[in-house]
């Protein structure tokens, strides 16, 4: 059956809406391959707009995995505006992939990567845009299998009727193995049908299936127990992990946008994993342990990707980037090698206490010296100890210090508002610290120009984490305290005009919150928030907290619990919590224990140069730490001739 493109019907189209370049495609390195010549064929979404799902790692790196292989093929797909999706609509075209503009419903396998959960609405417009049921319940086999990923995935049950699958983990060697079975059971002629084909992937153990769960509820609206409601499916599903970076040099040919996007640069993760165990923190606990890329394979990628696109700024990612036991190696290599192309290296994160000058001075040597940030995260050193953030005041004070005195003049620190126990006292040591900074930012420069910027975001307790159990502060306690803080920063007369103040308000937390830490029951919300228009609830301008709570009263009339139940409220040892069943590694007692940690202010340290303190994640997926020294150097140089 050959799939014939929308586009000549889309492009008619496309003088009427914003920005259509971001639908065209044909961006450097993108790839389209022969409909025919393919036998498995995935659809990857990033469900945001174009201008931050393009330059999204982990959908760049699976589409390049698939392609690479002989007889599968992978386009991508992103999130239309409104104008286009009610122009769309109107024309009867539908969801389509911006490689081949092929119709998404025609792919065996839709993938979607979600890093928030605030793009769940933005899935079942492009379910309904792509004429693909959103409910799993109604598709046929003749529809692709629904699979998600990424972070927001290790708690998939509020999607749970929407998605036919979720894997946990890093997604390179899953989505081949998918592949094979969705190959074999296609040459085979589809026996069973769609149950069939998701029973196999069931029983790998590695892929969740929620139809194939029964969820029973206590009469107090909690839930009783999650149980395999067949055969051969596995009571609990594990999470991935990729052991050996270095054999995944992805991408090896970055895709390079065509509209502006978030990021302007080439980036190369350097390492996965973070253990220094700060509790807010899913993405450093989901991700463990730490593997590290060697020095070598990093150089190899950045020399390889700059040649394939063209790019003048490498970004080194990872949680931490300034943790890679090799940094000052990395960077100086890098450096030196592209001193003479003007190539700027980034550290996209760096955390206070891993940041040194001579890091600072290597990533700027061949660029702009523009601001730093750091993330303190809490104001107060009593609240750092909860959150086992390991940093103390003095130590970012120096270190800041020692910035200034190198020429910057620009600092920006973040922070957050609602963490466990706070009181108004600990946010309002936030003002303190900017002004400590600027203090000694003076003290260091002898001039009074500097400047710097305290940006607040409100904490939303996130699942396989310590602070899981903990319970979230409401948005009008969030904006009271941080309109405490705003006023007494704004009536220092000595600093406050230097100190800039961004924060968010706390309404769009409590949603994140809702659906982070959401059950099934939270479906029929979702379901009834995008029917009412809810769209791109990332975008400030298109949230509309009004219509979440509106939807969430109207959704979850009758079950007995409500916004507050599954925020503001917090849990006990015994209450099965709603991902129990998806294995992260982390042993549930010891995050119990580290919560207990965080209420006595006892701090853990880093499980990467000190024994290891039982989390329990190496023993349960059988990994191991994995960090140099490897003792190899970038260099030596490609010598070059001038
Ligand atoms: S099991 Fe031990 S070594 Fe492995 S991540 Fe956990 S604490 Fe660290």
Redesign the pocket.
């Not at 290891?612 to 190496?618: I, P, W, Y």
């Given at each position: 059956m050959t799939v014939e493109s929308v586009f000549p019907r889309l492009e008619a189209l496309l003088p009427h809406v914003q920005k259509p370049i971001q639908y065209v495609g044909g961006e450097l390195n993108s790839t389209v391959k022969d409909w025919d010549a393919c036998d498995v064929r995935w659809a990857l979404m990033y469900p945001d707009a174009y201008e931050v799902g393009l330059p999204n790692q982990g959908t760049m790196i699976l589409y390049e995995v698939l392609n690479e292989r002989e007889g599968v093929l992978a386009e991508r797909t992103y999130s239309v505006w409104p104008d286009l999706e009610a122009l769309m609509r109107e024309h009867g075209v539908p969801q389509f992939t911006v490689d081949a503009h092929r119709p998404v419903a025609a792919f065996d396998v839709f993938g979607l990567s979600f890093s928030t959960e605030l793009g769940y609405t933005n899935m079942l417009t492009a379910l309904d845009l792509a004429g693909i049921p959103l409910e799993a319940k109604d598709r046929t086999v003749d529809h692709p299998v629904v699979l998600a990923g990424g972070h927001a995935a290790f708690n998939p049950e509020p999607i749970a009727d929407f998605i036919d699958a979720a894997v946990i983990g890093d997604g390179e060697q899953a989505v081949l193995d998918i592949t094979e079975i969705v190959r074999a059971w296609k040459a085979e002629g589809r026996p069973g049908g769609r149950d069939e084909l998701l029973l196999r992937l069931a029983k790998t153990g590695g892929v969740y299936i929620p139809r194939f769960y029964d969820v029973e509820y206590l009469p107090d609206g909690r839930i009783g127990r999650v149980v395999p409601n067949r055969p051969g499916v596995p009571w609990r599903v594990s999470k991935h992990t990729v052991m050996d970076l270095d054999e995944w040099p992805y991408p090896k040919q970055p895709l390079v946008p065509l509209a502006e996007t978030v990021h302007e640069r080439m980036s190369v993760e350097i390492f996965r994993g973070c253990?220094r165990g700060c509790r807010f923190c899913q993405a450093g606990m989901i991700t463990?342990?730490v593997r590290e890329r060697s020095i070598t394979g990093i150089g190899e990628m950045v020399e390889k990707g700059l040649k394939a696109t063209g790019f003048e700024e490498v970004g080194l990612l990872s949680l931490s980037s300034a943790d890679h036991s090799e940094i000052a190696d990395i960077t100086k290599g890098l450096a030196d090698r592209y001193a003479e192309d003007k190539v700027g290296l980034s550290l996209p994160s760096t955390r206070v206490d891993a940041f040194n000058i001579d890091l600072a001075n290597e990533l700027s040597r061949n660029g702009r010296r523009s601001g730093l940030t750091f993330a303190p995260e809490g104001g107060s050193e009593r609240i750092r100890k909860v959150i086992n953030k390991m940093v103390s005041e003095e130590d970012l004070i120096n270190t800041v210090g020692a910035a200034y005195g190198n020429g910057w003049r620009q600092v920006k620190l973040y922070f957050m508002c609602g963490l466990p126990t706070e009181t108004d006292e600990d946010v309002l040591q936030i003002g303190t610290m900017a002004k400590n900074v600027i203090a000694k930012g003076r003290e260091v420069t002898g001039t009074n120009d500097i400047r710097c910027t305290v940006s607040i975001g409100g904490f939303v307790p996130k699942p396989h984490t310590p602070f899981q159990w903990a319970p979230q502060l409401s948005a009008e306690a969030t904006d009271e305290r941080l309109a405490k803080l705003r006023d007494s920063i704004r009536g220092d007369r000595k600093f406050g005009k230097n100190i800039g103040f961004r924060y968010h308000d706390g309404k769009p937390g409590i949603v994140e919150g809702l659906l982070s830490r959401g059950d099934r029951r939270i479906g029929a919300v979702i379901r009834a928030v995008y029917e009412d228009g809810g769209r791109f609830d990332g975008w400030r301008e298109y949230f509309s907290y009004d219509r979440w709570m509106a939807c969430a009263e109207k959704g979850l009339a009758g079950t007995g619990v409500d916004v507050d139940w599954y925020t503001t409220r917090e849990r006990t040892y015994e209450e099965v919590l709603p991902w129990d069943h998806l294995d992260s590694g982390l042993d549930k007692d010891w995050l119990w224990e580290d919560w207990q940690d965080a209420l006595e202010e006892v701090e853990v340290e880093d499980?990467r140069w000190t024994p290891?303190?039982?989390?329990?994640?190496?023993?349960q997926m059988d990994t191991?730490?994995q960090i140099g020294p490897t003792g190899k150097k970038l260099l030596p140089l490609t010598v070059v001739n001038s």
């Open positions: 253990t463990r342990p499980c290891c303190f039982d989390c329990g994640v190496c023993p191991t730490i």
